[in-house]
């Protein structure tokens, strides 16, 4: 059984930093890709970051510049790096992944930018 387990989520000042991870347990496949979606109260859930495999790396534009997404293939973890946080980046993060036919999500952490 494949698990997602999210992780540092938080509240955090506007123009703080928090660090999110993912951890990807009990896949016998190769996991084509993971990445981080978030979703605001009111508000369709949305693609903030994608990071293949092989290393290439999509990024939102509302996020680009700001957050950097990373890999650590041995340890099936995925990592969202946020800087310069804003408060319109409140939202549930979710983990997301590609393994085989199969997609995985996480149970969402939460990460609220407030004074």
């Known amino acids: 059984q494949v698990q997602l387990v999210e992780s540092g989520g938080g509240l955090v000042q506007p123009g703080g930093s928090l660090r999110l991870a993912c951890a990807a347990s009990?896949?016998?496949?190769?996991?084509?890709?993971m990445a981080w979606y978030r979703q605001a109260p009111g508000k369709q859930r949305e693609l903030v970051a994608r990071?293949?495999?092989?290393?290439?790396?999509t990024v939102a534009d509302s996020v680009k510049g700001r957050f950097t997404i990373s890999r650590d293939n041995a340890k099936n973890t995925v990592y969202l790096q946020m800087n310069s946080l804003k408060p319109e980046d409140t939202a549930v993060y979710y983990c997301?992944?590609?393994?085989?036919?199969?997609?995985?999500w996480g149970q969402g952490t939460q990460v609220t930018v407030s004074s």
């Open positions: 009990g896949s016998k496949s190769s996991i084509a890709s």
């Open positions: 990071i293949f495999s092989g290393g290439t790396t």
């Open positions: 997301h992944s590609v393994i085989g036919p199969f997609n995985y």
